[in-house]
């Protein structure tokens, strides 16, 4: 019997009031100063996601946890979430330059 591995995509649009909020403590070290963006990801990659988004956020199934496993950065954050780390199939997928690709092909 095949096992059943959930997956959860999320995307965030940039340059929204949503985006642009301090979502993890600016750096007071002497290192260099993050963006905006940096911070979300940061925030993001510390755990804060259920935080941000609680409305969104699932676990699977069987009641296990998602994580994140990956995070692209364009115009927008691109998240990956899941039990385990799986590639995301392009054709259920909601990056658009997936689904794009796709409606180019057809």
């Given at each position: 019997?095949?096992?059943q591995n959930t997956q959860q995509?999320?995307?965030?649009?940039?340059?929204?009031?949503?985006?642009?909020?301090?979502?993890?403590?600016?750096?007071?070290?002497n290192?260099?100063?993050?963006?905006?963006?940096?911070?979300?990801?940061?925030?993001?990659?510390n755990?804060?996601?259920?935080?941000?988004?609680?409305e969104?956020?699932?676990?699977?199934?069987?009641g296990?946890?998602?994580?994140?496993?990956h995070?692209?950065?364009?115009?927008?954050?691109?998240?990956?979430?899941?039990?385990?780390?799986?590639?995301?199939e392009?054709?259920?997928?909601?990056?658009?330059?997936?689904?794009?690709?796709?409606?180019?092909?057809?």
């Open positions: 019997m095949k096992t995509e999320i995307m965030l649009v940039l340059n929204t009031t949503f985006s642009q909020r301090e979502w993890c403590p600016v750096n007071s070290s290192s260099k100063p993050l963006s905006q963006e940096e911070r979300l990801i940061e925030a993001c990659w755990g804060m996601l259920p935080e941000l988004l609680p969104i956020m699932n676990q699977s199934s069987n296990k946890k998602l994580f994140l496993w995070i692209r950065q364009s115009k927008s954050l691109f998240m990956e979430l899941g039990e385990s780390p799986v590639s995301i392009r054709h259920s997928s909601i990056d658009p330059h997936y689904f794009i690709q796709n409606d180019l092909m057809n």
